[in-house]
């Protein structure tokens, strides 16, 4: 992501003789007289509109709301490398060169099928996957570039085989696809030759439509990486109307200078306002870095699944699978961690809603509707105490076992116990308490919150 965009990801309502500086300045202090007539009509209309979601949000989000975790996969030529997605750039691969890596790409057929299978089995309800990094190599066939897997080495489409292997699992199906393009010759003038970046805004909106036409129904778009343009200079609103027009149930997020559907802090469950997906690394590289070896733990992983749900956002976790496709074991041995976790204990995740509880050091709370979860991190022996609890509670389980939990409540206090000394599941154990009122947290260290 770049410094174009602010954190959340949401634009905020500026006057719009301020929208226009702004624009103007991340178009690199191109004059508004230079822009041609269509260009300021699309300011003009898109300008105004960019602090809301597209049309149609409720319904179009409804299911995703519902999925909370995703499978998020980088793969192309830089899988052959084994150095990240972005060894061409920060290397500086002549171009010559790392066109050669076209020819060599020839992944196991039909490889997407396991990362499916993975991706269902780790209780994941969506996929997203590169159709085209940075480096601009298309997994897809274009009529645009002959730089695509069809016509180079792998002589099939792998986007085409990636979605009827999703399709297969029931999965939802997402596009990744980089606007930032290191190969075509046009991104690189773009920022100051209208005449190329014409021609590139219009290869970038042709792809999309290519993407948008040839594989049925498509749930959602991930774009990335808006460099260098603004969202006037990659006509963005027209670019969104395009995708629902040919997508009418598709989500779009916001890394194309508009709000979209959801926004989507980078390696980080810091939670939004509005809908939002963190998208995280499963070690420290989005694409197969041969030498990174730092995992996170299962534990870690369920965590910030949890967290994520806790504050109503979702979970997009990447792996990176080699050139062949094949995935990395410890990337497999901790997804099926988190899928046998999930099957005991998805209650606590899918469908949740954003939880007033933020207080609690051994573990963090979900919701759904009456229900609250107590996610617990470091299991406490005896008994437990949750704190600032108004309502009554009617009835407490463990979620994995169904197993009824003792509790009793005093005051505010809700406590746990007898419990168990050893936690009785793992990586963390789950307490479902049903109250008579939607849970909300009163505690004396919520006063210390601002916003409480
Ligand atoms: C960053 C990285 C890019 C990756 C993306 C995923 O923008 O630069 O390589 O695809 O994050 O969110």
């Known amino acids: 992501m770049n410094a174009q965009s602010n954190k959340s990801g949401h634009l905020m309502i500026l006057s719009r003789r301020n929208h226009l500086k702004t624009l103007l300045a991340a178009a690199g202090g191109a004059s508004l007289s230079g822009l041609r007539p269509l260009e300021t009509l699309a300011l ?6 960019t602090s809301v979601p597209p049309p149609d949000h409720e319904r179009r989000i409804q299911w995703w ?11 192309g030529l830089y899988s052959i490398l084994g150095r990240e997605a972005w060894a061409m750039g920060d290397e500086d691969i002549p171009l010559e060169e790392y066109e050669k890596l076209g020819r060599q790409f020839q992944p196991r057929p039909n490889v997407a099928r396991t990362w499916a299978r993975l991706a269902r089995q780790s209780g994941m309800r969506y996929m997203v996957m590169t159709t085209k990094h940075h480096e601009g190599f298309c997994l897809f066939n274009s009529k645009l570039t002959s730089y695509c897997a069809p016509q ?3 002589g099939r489409d792998l986007v085409q085989e990636y979605v009827e292997a999703a399709r297969a699992e029931h999965l939802r199906v997402g596009f990744y696809y980089s606007l930032m393009d290191w190969h075509h010759p046009d991104w690189r003038l773009a920022k100051t030759d209208l005449a190329a970046r014409k021609r590139f805004v219009d290869y970038t909106h042709g792809q999309l439509r290519e993407l948008m036409t040839n594989y049925g129904k498509i749930d959602i778009l991930w774009y990335d990486m808006p460099v260098p343009l603004d969202a006037q200079g990659w006509q963005s609103a027209e670019m969104n109307d395009m995708v629902l027009r040919l997508q009418p149930d598709i989500l779009v997020n916001n890394r194309n200078q508009l709000p979209g559907d959801f926004s989507t802090p980078e390696q980080s469950t810091a939670a939004a306002k509005n809908d939002w997906e963190s998208c995280m690394t499963i070690n420290d590289s989005w694409a197969y870095l041969a030498g990174d070896n730092n995992w996170k733990s299962a534990q870690q992983l369920v965590q910030n699944l949890v967290e994520c749900a806790r504050d109503g956002g979702n979970y997009l ?3 990176g699978p080699r050139a062949d496709g094949s995935v990395p074991e410890p990337a497999i041995s901790r997804l099926q961690a988190m899928g046998g976790w999930l099957r005991r204990n998805g209650e606590a995740v899918y469908g949740t809603q954003r939880c007033r509880f933020p207080h609690g050091n051994i573990g963090v709370y979900t919701r759904r509707k009456n229900t609250l979860y107590t996610i617990v991190y470091f299991w406490p022996g005896s008994s ?3 704190g600032g609890v108004r309502c009554k509670v009617k009835s407490a389980r463990f979620l994995a076992s169904g197993h009824p939990v003792q509790f009793e409540q005093r005051g505010s206090q809700l406590i746990f116990g007898p419990l168990p000394e050893k936690p009785p599941d793992e990586p963390v154990t789950v307490i ?3 109250c008579d009122a939607e849970p ?3 505690a004396l260290s919520s006063k210390a919150d601002p916003e409480a």
């Not at 003009?44 to 509109?49: G, I």
């Not at 709301?65 to 793969?75: L, P, Q, S, T, V």
């Open 440 to 442: 909300v947290q009163d």
């Open 432 to 434: 479902a308490a049903e």
């Open 317 to 319: 976790l990447d792996i």
């Open 44 to 49: 003009t209309t898109s300008a105004l509109t």
């Open 384 to 386: 437990m105490t949750v």
């Open 65 to 75: 709301r519902e999925a909370k975790f995703g499978m998020f996969i980088h793969w």
């Open 152 to 154: 180079l080495g792998a």
